[in-house]
Protein backbone atom coordinates (compact mmCIF):
# COMPACT_ATOMS: atom_id res chain seq x y z
CA UNK A 1 0.00 0.00 0.00
CA UNK A 2 1.62 3.71 -0.65
CA UNK A 3 0.90 6.30 1.31
CA UNK A 4 1.66 10.35 0.58
CA UNK A 5 1.46 13.03 3.14
CA UNK A 6 2.25 16.60 2.68
CA UNK A 7 4.02 19.23 5.11
CA UNK A 8 3.80 22.81 4.33
CA UNK A 9 3.60 24.75 7.58
CA UNK A 10 7.40 24.95 8.04
CA UNK A 11 9.87 23.87 5.05
CA UNK A 12 8.37 22.19 2.23
CA UNK A 13 8.23 18.43 2.68
CA UNK A 14 6.25 15.37 0.69
CA UNK A 15 6.16 11.80 2.67
CA UNK A 16 5.55 8.76 0.23
CA UNK A 17 5.61 5.46 2.29
CA UNK A 18 5.57 2.30 0.19
CA UNK A 19 5.98 -1.52 1.14
CA UNK A 20 9.60 -1.49 2.28
CA UNK A 21 10.90 2.17 2.10
CA UNK A 22 10.18 5.80 2.92
CA UNK A 23 10.80 8.60 0.01
CA UNK A 24 11.22 11.97 1.45
CA UNK A 25 10.99 15.18 -0.80
CA UNK A 26 12.17 18.38 0.35
CA UNK A 27 11.40 21.71 -1.80
CA UNK A 28 11.39 25.07 -1.65
CA UNK A 29 13.84 27.69 -0.49
CA UNK A 30 14.01 26.96 3.75
CA UNK A 31 14.64 23.80 2.36
CA UNK A 32 18.07 24.89 0.39
CA UNK A 33 19.20 27.27 2.84
CA UNK A 34 19.43 24.51 5.34
CA UNK A 35 20.29 21.62 4.11
CA UNK A 36 20.57 22.53 0.41
CA UNK A 37 19.36 20.85 -2.50
CA UNK A 38 19.66 17.33 -2.04
CA UNK A 39 17.01 15.77 -4.05
CA UNK A 40 14.98 12.90 -2.58
CA UNK A 41 16.23 10.45 0.52
CA UNK A 42 14.75 7.00 0.52
CA UNK A 43 14.86 5.29 3.59
CA UNK A 44 14.19 1.70 3.76
CA UNK A 45 11.93 0.70 6.40
CA UNK A 46 14.33 -2.22 7.47
CA UNK A 47 16.87 0.57 8.78
CA UNK A 48 14.93 2.33 10.55
CA UNK A 49 15.95 2.07 14.10
CA UNK A 50 13.59 4.60 16.31
CA UNK A 51 10.69 7.85 15.36
CA UNK A 52 10.62 10.33 17.02
CA UNK A 53 7.66 12.71 17.12
CA UNK A 54 8.03 16.31 18.98
CA UNK A 55 5.04 18.33 19.59
CA UNK A 56 5.41 22.09 17.89
CA UNK A 57 4.16 24.54 20.45
CA UNK A 58 6.51 27.32 21.28
CA UNK A 59 8.75 26.14 18.81
CA UNK A 60 8.47 23.80 15.56
CA UNK A 61 7.50 20.27 15.85
CA UNK A 62 9.56 17.64 14.18
CA UNK A 63 9.03 14.03 12.98
CA UNK A 64 12.43 12.32 12.85
CA UNK A 65 13.49 8.94 11.45
CA UNK A 66 17.13 7.15 13.45
CA UNK A 67 18.62 4.55 10.76
CA UNK A 68 20.85 1.54 11.84
CA UNK A 69 24.35 2.65 12.26
CA UNK A 70 23.13 6.18 11.64
CA UNK A 71 23.83 9.06 13.70
CA UNK A 72 20.86 11.40 14.02
CA UNK A 73 20.92 14.65 15.44
CA UNK A 74 20.71 14.76 19.12
CA UNK A 75 20.24 18.58 19.50
CA UNK A 76 16.68 19.35 19.40
CA UNK A 77 15.02 21.45 17.12
CA UNK A 78 18.17 23.90 16.27
CA UNK A 79 19.69 20.79 15.00
CA UNK A 80 16.95 19.04 13.08
CA UNK A 81 16.67 21.99 10.84
CA UNK A 82 20.00 20.82 9.56
CA UNK A 83 18.76 16.98 9.66
CA UNK A 84 18.01 15.34 6.49
CA UNK A 85 15.77 12.69 8.30
CA UNK A 86 13.85 14.94 9.70
CA UNK A 87 10.88 16.95 8.50
CA UNK A 88 9.57 20.11 10.58
CA UNK A 89 5.94 20.84 11.41
CA UNK A 90 4.63 24.15 12.82
CA UNK A 91 0.45 23.54 13.04
CA UNK A 92 -1.81 20.57 14.45
CA UNK A 93 -3.04 18.97 11.36
CA UNK A 94 0.49 18.44 10.60
CA UNK A 95 1.80 16.95 14.04
CA UNK A 96 -1.33 14.54 13.82
CA UNK A 97 -0.12 13.53 10.32
CA UNK A 98 3.70 12.74 11.93
CA UNK A 99 1.83 11.02 14.72
CA UNK A 100 -0.03 9.08 12.09
CA UNK A 101 3.30 8.29 10.02
CA UNK A 102 5.06 6.86 13.11
CA UNK A 103 2.24 4.91 14.02
CA UNK A 104 2.23 3.51 10.48
CA UNK A 105 5.81 2.60 10.37
CA UNK A 106 6.21 0.78 13.76
CA UNK A 107 3.10 -1.12 12.59
CA UNK A 108 5.26 -2.17 9.59
CA UNK A 109 8.44 -2.66 11.20
CA UNK A 110 6.45 -4.87 13.90
CA UNK A 111 5.14 -6.89 11.23
CA UNK A 112 8.16 -7.68 9.22
CA UNK A 113 10.20 -9.04 12.95
CA UNK A 114 6.82 -11.07 13.07
CA UNK A 115 7.37 -12.52 9.59
CA UNK A 116 11.18 -13.36 9.48
CA UNK A 117 10.21 -15.22 12.64
CA UNK A 118 7.68 -17.12 10.81
CA UNK A 119 10.49 -17.86 8.11
CA UNK A 120 12.62 -20.05 10.45
CA UNK A 121 12.97 -23.91 9.38
CA UNK A 122 11.08 -26.56 10.98
CA UNK A 123 13.60 -27.81 13.01
CA UNK A 124 14.43 -24.76 14.36
CA UNK A 125 10.32 -23.53 15.61
CA UNK A 126 10.70 -27.86 17.04
CA UNK A 127 13.40 -26.62 19.41
CA UNK A 128 12.21 -23.12 20.56
CA UNK A 129 8.97 -24.92 21.66
CA UNK A 130 10.94 -27.49 23.26
CA UNK A 131 12.59 -25.12 25.40
CA UNK A 132 9.46 -23.64 26.01
CA UNK A 133 8.29 -27.06 27.01
CA UNK A 134 11.20 -27.73 29.14
CA UNK A 135 10.72 -24.90 31.38
CA UNK A 136 6.98 -25.17 31.86
CA UNK A 137 6.41 -22.23 29.95
CA UNK A 138 4.02 -24.80 27.57
CA UNK A 139 3.18 -28.11 28.26
CA UNK A 140 4.31 -31.99 27.16
CA UNK A 141 0.49 -31.68 25.39
CA UNK A 142 0.88 -28.23 23.74
CA UNK A 143 4.24 -29.46 22.44
CA UNK A 144 2.93 -32.25 21.00
CA UNK A 145 0.22 -30.73 19.11
CA UNK A 146 2.91 -28.12 17.70
CA UNK A 147 5.01 -30.92 16.97
CA UNK A 148 2.27 -32.93 15.44
CA UNK A 149 1.07 -29.42 13.41
CA UNK A 150 4.36 -28.79 12.37
CA UNK A 151 5.47 -31.51 10.58
CA UNK A 152 1.87 -32.28 8.94
CA UNK A 153 1.15 -35.06 11.36
Not at 60 to 68: D, K
Not at 86 to 98: G, H, S, V
Amino acid sequence: MEKEYIFKSNAKAYIKILDDKIIITKKGLLNAINQGLKGEKTIFIKNISAIQVKKNGLTTGYLQFSLIGGGESKGGVTAAVKDENTILFNNKKEYNQALEIKEYIENLISVGEHHISQEKSIPEQLKEYKELADIGIITKEEFDLKKKELLNL
